[in-house]
């Protein structure tokens, strides 16, 4: 039998200034690309079953725009009679029911299974004459909601294949959040062998976590930390209960993040030198970039030649030169994660306040944080 396993495709994702000559923002088209490559190759291949792991969609309004691309992609599916369980992740699940869930969209396609509502569903399917049993747990919007689901998983001891999915940051030895608000935990023993599969969606890196248990990653690269990985989607083959994986790595845009330039000891000169040598070898045609300035005293950060590296860097999608400076020199804010400490900062202040709608709050004010962080990413 085969599988394809995809998640975090985030739709309708858009970052930096960098627009298409129809005036939409790069990153966003660069969103529709991978995912579309992914279509292509899904109805090539024709494989028994199509699963995506969770943030189809980056947020839960997404774009007219994202909303089209994704039903006509999804269609294309549809039409050639495979099997498609999409279950909700934590970026497209409403906080409030109210709101109503963009997956409904979904709802009355051929062949397209989609789980968001907040609890445990089986789905069987018959596949070459065997009984497929798939479990599907997806985003709840309370933690204690989502533990209490995953207390009823329980493999069905009559189908041929057990396959459970789930988007969640899984904790054991090692947890792979990807420090979101709203993230929910897997925790390692909801893993069982009794599984023949496990398809996992929320964490952005590829990562085999057992041998019947895998994170397909994203399919983009959102964040410095994505800079050095690959980004795809799983090929997977079960025969005779054993899981045969093949990762198929997507072509997207290169993200660069060098080694930090170390500007302790050195003259304003050197560190333009060195600048001015990285960027080069960046080459930063049609690529996101940052350079991190490691010690570097305040004063001479102040003194840097920006129109130098703006022009070098003029055919670039987006750059960014993080400056780590000196500590008890003079007091200049550091220029480091700033955006970042504000999010937390403004996510512990709510959780500590006695307040009703804190998850809306912390939606719509990390929403705006963002926003912001975009724009000055811009400049
Ligand atoms: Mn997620």
């Known amino acids: 039998m085969k599988i394809l396993h995809i998640a975090d495709s985030h739709l309708g994702y858009s970052a930096y200034r960098k627009a298409t000559p129809d005036g939409i923002n790069q990153r966003e088209i660069d969103t529709y690309y991978a995912f579309k490559q992914f279509v292509d190759y899904a109805v090539k291949l024709k494989p028994n079953l199509i699963i995506h792991a969770g943030d189809l969609f980056d947020s839960v309004r997404p774009n007219n725009r994202a909303i089209t691309f994704a039903v006509d992609q999804i269609l294309r599916i549809s039409e050639k009679k495979i099997p498609f369980v999409i279950i909700a992740g934590n970026h497209e699940h409403p906080r409030l029911k109210e709101t109503g869930h963009i997956f409904s969209i979904f709802n009355h396609m051929d062949n397209i299974y989609p789980i968001y509502n907040a609890k445990y569903e089986t789905l069987s399917f018959n596949i070459k004459n065997k009984n497929v049993t798939v479990h599907a747990v997806p985003q ?45 935990i897997i925790p390692a023993k909801a893993l069982s062998n009794d599984f023949d599969y496990i398809a996992l969606g929320h964490y952005h890196k590829f990562t085999k976590i057992a041998n019947n248990a895998f994170y397909s990653g994203s399919t983009e690269r959102f964040t410095y930390t994505d800079a050095p990985d690959n980004k795809g989607f ?68 102040r003194n840097l030649d920006f129109s130098d590296i703006k022009k070098m860097s003029s055919e670039a999608i987006h750059y960014e030169i993080k400056a780590n400076v000196v500590k008890n020199e003079e007091s200049s804010p ?31 004010g990390i929403g705006y944080i963002d926003k912001v962080e975009a724009r000055e990413e811009g400049k």
């Open 140 to 184: 709840c919007e309370l933690k204690k909601q989502f533990d209490s689901e995953l207390e009823k998983l329980k493999p069905d001891s009559s189908a041929d294949f057990n396959i459970f999915v789930s988007h969640g940051a899984v904790s054991g030895i090692q947890v792979f959040s990807m420090n979101e608000f709203n993230e929910l």
């Open 234 to 301: 799983l090929e997977i083959e079960i025969i005779n209960q054993s899981v045969k994986s093949n990762f198929i790595q997507l072509k997207i845009r290169p993200m660069i993040d060098p080694k930090p330039i170390k500007c302790s000891n050195l003259k304003l000169e050197e560190i333009m030198k060195k600048i001015k040598e990285a960027v080069k070898e960046i080459n930063p045609k049609e690529k996101t970039f940052r350079i991190i300035l490691d010690d570097i005293p305040p004063q001479m950060y």
């Open 334 to 364: 550091s220029k480091t994660s700033k955006v970042d400490a504000l999010t937390i900062e403004f996510k512990k202040f709510i959780e500590s306040q006695d307040l009703k709608e804190k998850d809306t709050l912390l939606e719509l």
